[in-house]
């Protein structure tokens, strides 16, 4: 009774965070040559008032697999809303970040800058059990038949235990329309847990019907390991 209460619960959780899924993710990718001193400054910066003030939920990753993409580091943005998109975006004006950058100038190189709309959003967003995230991103022929039959595999997934930590399905808003127009992630509470994961994805049976269901092209599989978070929204 206790596993069919809990499966329930999960699955309830699922819909009810996908129905509310609102709001944008940023991402930006960083080449970094001085791992110690830029995460020092990007540090002093989101403990400062700044970060204090700042209307999203901030990650510092590095990716531990990211293809031919010469980024090392990312930081990630989650937003609520759109006002609060804008009013982050705009703090990147400001004096106070301004200084940041000259700070690191020398240091870091800009990558990659992203704007992604949140889709779907569910699974478990404690801390520790999304220490590693898988990313994959794609491109879609047919975005709401996507959704659909990603949504029914993610059920599957979490029906049979597979997905620790949270999970989320992304459209590409903004920045390089020719690369990828979704992205899909899930969490992990370290490596060895998200490739296990990953393996038991692609060996399900629920994965193999997904597959023959969908138009996609699979551009790269990302591994970000989180260095640090700031604004973080334990559930």
């Known amino acids: 009774m206790k596993n069919i209460f809990l499966t329930f619960l999960a699955f309830f959780t699922m819909s009810f965070q996908a129905i509310l899924a609102d709001g944008y993710i940023a991402s930006y990718s960083i080449k970094v040559s001085d791992v110690q001193t830029f ?18 939920a901030v990650s510092l990753g590095h990716y531990a697999f990211n293809g031919y993409d010469d980024a090392t580091h990312g930081v990630v ?19 106070t970040f301004g200084e940041f950058l000259a700070e690191v100038q020398s240091i870091s190189e800009p990558v990659e800058q992203s704007l992604n ?32 039959a990603w949504s029914k595999l993610v059920e599957a997934q979490v029906e049979d235990g597979n997905i620790s ?23 992990s509470s370290n490596i060895e847990l998200a490739v296990e994961e990953q393996r038991n994805l692609m060996n399900s049976e629920s994965f193999a019907k997904f597959s023959k269901n969908v138009d ?14 700031y604004n973080y929204p334990n559930s």
């Open 39 to 56: 995460a020092k400054a990007f540090d002093d910066l989101m403990t400062s008032n700044f970060g204090n003030e700042f209307p999203g």
């Open 77 to 95: 943005i989650s937003y609520d809303s759109e006002a609060d998109m804008a009013k982050g975006t705009q703090m990147f004006y400001t004096p």
């Open 165 to 187: 930590g949270s999970f989320g399905l992304r459209a590409h808003t903004h920045g390089n329309n020719n690369y990828y127009s979704h992205y899909a992630y899930t969490g």
């Open 117 to 148: 709309r949140k889709l779907i959003s569910g699974g478990n967003n404690n801390e520790s059990d999304n220490s590693v995230y898988t990313i994959y991103y794609m491109s879609v022929d047919n975005p709401k038949k996507y959704a659909a």
């Open 216 to 229: 996609r092209v699979v551009k790269k599989t990302v591994m970000m390991v989180v260095m640090a978070r």
